[in-house]
């Protein structure tokens, strides 16, 4: 259970799901569809979306690149936080959103699971946060031409650490998109 008192509720994050961040990435397709699978459910759960968008150098805001994919649609009333760097808390008003909405677990999708993911779902930890990441609701693009393992190691390397995330107080793990319980 969280360490954060009076927060019973669940958030569902979308993380940089922008053009330019899953162009050319590992079951780019299965990951939007995946993920637009959960914002139905959590809209209809009447659970909050929060949408995160990154920007910075090769990603200019307002940029085509920059833009969410369009399979993907925001609600004008769920907050977009815009963040410079990895961790979605890092400068923003994410805890505040959350707070105000009495948050305190997360379930995490997006990109790039070796980056921006990795370390919201760290951020999201060390703040108190229950954190469950949805392992086939995330991707990243290909770095094995600079050391990085394939994409879908990455991928598999982050899932399997983030089940095994263990803290006084908190909860962390994965689940599959068709077994996310937003009440749990």
Same mark, same amino acid.
């Given at each position: 259970?969280? @360490? ?5 509720? $669940?958030?569902? =994050? ?54 969410? #994919?369009?399979?993907?649609?925001? /609600?004008?009333?769920?907050? =977009?936080?815009?963040?410079?760097? *990895?961790? %979605? ?12 909405? *009495?948050? *305190?677990?997360?379930?995490?999708? *997006? ?19 229950? #954190?469950?990441?949805? %392992?086939?609701?995330? @991707?990243?693009?290909? =770095? ?5 393992? &394939?994409?879908?190691?990455?991928? &598999?390397?982050?899932? =399997? ?8 107080? /908190? $909860? &962390? ?12």
């Amino acid at each position: 259970m969280t @360490t954060l008192t009076d927060r019973p509720h $669940t958030a569902l =994050l979308v993380i940089d799901v922008q053009v330019g961040v899953v162009a050319g990435t590992p079951r780019r397709d299965d990951v939007i569809a995946n993920i637009n699978t959960l914002v139905e459910k959590a809209r209809a759960e009447q659970v909050p979306v929060v949408w995160v968008q990154h920007s910075g150098e090769g990603l200019a805001q307002g940029s085509d690149e920059w833009c969410y #994919v369009p399979e993907l649609t925001r /609600r004008d009333d769920e907050p =977009l936080v815009h963040k410079k760097y *990895g961790d %979605s808390f890092e400068a923003t008003d994410l805890e505040a959103l959350l707070a105000e909405r *009495g948050v *305190g677990r997360l379930v995490v999708t *997006g990109a790039q699971s070796d980056a921006c993911i990795r370390s919201t779902l760290h951020g999201g930890f060390v703040r108190g946060y229950d #954190v469950t990441l949805v %392992s086939d609701a995330h @991707t990243t693009e290909d =770095l094995s031409a600079y050391g990085a393992p &394939a994409p879908e190691q990455v991928i &598999a390397h982050t899932n =399997l650490y983030w089940d095994f995330q263990r803290a006084p107080g /908190r $909860t &962390a793990g994965t689940v599959e998109t068709e077994k996310v319980d937003f009440t749990a």
